[in-house]
């Protein structure tokens, strides 16, 4: 009896590091990172019950920023699995990560950073397709469901209004902005800002396989590595885009304008 009563303790240890809980919604995609930028490896029918073996923080869904790593190896919106409770329910996801001190960064930026990223986005008040048919709203804000049907703020939006679209979006780029960098690697809010205009405008996975963060996770001087990797993203739909060309330039003036406040790995 005794013996039986260990195996089933050991099933049950094992069974709860890798709960199952249903899909809430119709269809749910899994992605290969916690953000709407990854790309989908899988999707889930409503309904159907994951396993899941860690959760972290991601973009926010509905205000739900947790997402939940599947057994699938993939991670979907904690938002659409139903838990049954709003917060963590297992173990936060600790591996696979290059990232310093996640938590500890700014989550927004500076407004010189606000206002560079809603300059070269530029204001659109309904949703409509960006230059490369994508559908946008707002200051970039990139539509996740069918007319933007995701956004709180009513349409056509104001220019108040897109801005706080904005600053509800950017803690999803300067999270996956974290995950990617090293501890060592020593930021202030105006690279911060600059390197988080780059992140919004290109996407989380673009940047986490980048040349330039990999360079500035070796250690190399931050306003060389900005200065000679950031020109380089200048292409939307295979083509160089002088609109592109010219945001890059002002993304390294900001980078390189001096700021004595620190925004990574730790937000002063």
Request: glycine share 10%.
């Amino acid at each position: 009896m005794k013996f039986l009563t260990l195996a089933a303790c050991a099933l049950l240890s094992t069974t709860s590091l890798a709960a199952s809980y249903p899909i809430t919604g119709n269809t749910v995609n899994c992605r290969s990172g916690p953000g709407t930028s990854y790309g989908v490896k899988k999707s889930y029918k409503k309904g159907q019950n994951v396993s899941i073996t860690c959760q972290t923080s991601g973009t926010s869904v509905n205000g739900n920023s947790i997402w939940d790593k599947t057994s699938d190896g993939c991670y979907v919106a904690d938002y659409y699995v139903k838990t049954g409770k709003n917060g963590y329910v297992t173990s936060k996801c600790g591996g696979g990560s290059s990232g310093g001190s996640s938590d500890s960064h700014c989550k927004k930026v500076n407004a010189a950073g606000i206002n560079l990223i809603a300059q070269w986005e530029g204001f659109v008040a309904s949703p409509k397709p960006d230059p490369i048919g994508l559908p946008t709203v707002g200051y970039g804000h990139l539509c996740k469901q069918k007319n933007c049907a995701e956004v709180k703020y009513k349409f056509p939006l104001s220019k108040t209004t897109a801005k706080q679209l904005l600053n509800d979006d950017l803690p999803t780029y300067t999270a996956c902005l974290a995950k990617v960098l090293n501890s060592k690697v020593k930021l202030n809010d105006n690279q911060w800002a600059a390197l988080t205009s780059w992140t919004f405008n290109n996407g989380c996975g673009n940047v986490a396989t980048s040349t330039l963060v990999k360079r500035l996770n070796k250690g190399e001087n931050p306003n060389t590595v900005a200065s000679e990797e950031l020109p380089k993203w200048r292409l939307a739909g295979g083509r160089v885009l002088q609109g592109l060309v010219n945001r890059r330039k002002a993304e390294i003036k900001l980078f390189k304008t001096a700021s004595s406040k620190q925004a990574y790995p730790k937000c002063q």
